[in-house]
């Protein structure tokens, strides 16, 4: 059966790239679409991301996207463009205040320490890219949450969907590949306040993905993460989470893709 798909990246080839991440988030939306799905895919817009370059087009109703959550008011835009040499369909989601200033190593300075502010600028893109679904009049049946940068998903989605009938339907899978211990979730820095989240705050954004999401899927290379990750109470307790080892499969995530296709069918 045709799914929707909505793949929530913070990095894709070859508009921005520091991690293996950056192909998976090509591979793998592709590998889906040509399965016959209707798969679209969502990124920051970082300020060193050539419009021209890559053909960014303004979509009228994605145009200056309101939203609030508790007592804070956003905005933002986001504009279309094609993966190069494909049919696929890349949103950049426009933050300035966010995102224009980052380097081309994206969650890290230039010294290469993680820069303190992550979690609060990716819960901001975390909920923009749920707020935006009404606006592209297109609602998915799944959500694939990339990493860290997309954790905060699953748990906004489920608060949200209490009040929106086709929020409710959405399904997710949190896909990590990392450890992702300097990441730590700080609830003081977000935009937004949650005794629920107040209670998460020990826990890094790896943890909270794999909490809140219909399904987790560990994705392993030459590091080794499964057996690490699942030393953890989050991940040891999870009644959902699934494990593929691509560092034997000659650098193709043929048996990603294929993880994905059976949770999918599964949850």
């Known amino acids: 059966m045709v799914k929707k798909i909505f793949y929530i990246n913070s990095e894709m ?3 921005a ?3 293996n991440l950056a192909n998976l988030s090509v591979e793998i939306p592709l590998g889906l679409q040509e399965k016959g799905n209707d798969v ?3 990124m920051p817009k970082y300020g060193f991301i050539s419009e021209r370059k890559y053909i960014l087009r303004e979509v009228i109703r994605l145009k200056e996207i309101l939203f609030d959550f508790d007592d804070f008011s956003y905005d933002c835009s986001a504009k279309s463009a094609f993966l190069p040499k494909s049919r696929l ?3 950049f989601l ?3 205040e966010q995102f224009d200033d980052l380097n081309n190593l994206l969650f890290k300075s230039k010294n290469g320490r993680f820069l303190p502010d992550n979690d609060k600028r990716f819960a901001i893109y975390s909920l923009a890219a749920i707020k935006m679904l009404p606006n592209l009049f297109w609602f998915p ?4 949450c990339n990493g860290w940068t997309s954790a905060l998903v699953p748990y906004i989605l489920k608060k949200l969907a209490k009040s929106n009938k086709e929020l409710s339907k959405i399904k997710t899978i949190y896909i990590t590949n990392s450890l992702n211990k300097d990441v730590l979730f700080n609830h003081s820095n977000l935009p937004f306040n949650s005794e629920t989240l107040n209670e998460l705050k020990p826990y890094n954004l790896n943890q909270i993905g794999c909490a809140n999401a219909n399904a987790t899927i560990i ?3 030459e590091e080794k993460l499964y057996g690490n990750l699942m030393k953890t109470k989050i991940f040891k307790d999870s009644k959902s989470c699934s494990h593929v080892d691509i560092s034997k499969s000659d650098g193709n995530f043929f048996p ?5 296709e059976r949770v999918i069918k599964k949850i």
């Open 94 to 96: 426009e933050n300035k």
């Open 141 to 144: 049946n799944i959500i694939v």
């Open 17 to 19: 790239s520091v991690s």
């Open 89 to 91: 369909q890349v949103y």
């Open 256 to 260: 990603l893709l294929d993880e994905i």
């Open 219 to 221: 994705v392993d290379d």
């Open 40 to 42: 679209r895919c969502l």
């Open 13 to 15: 080839e070859p508009f």
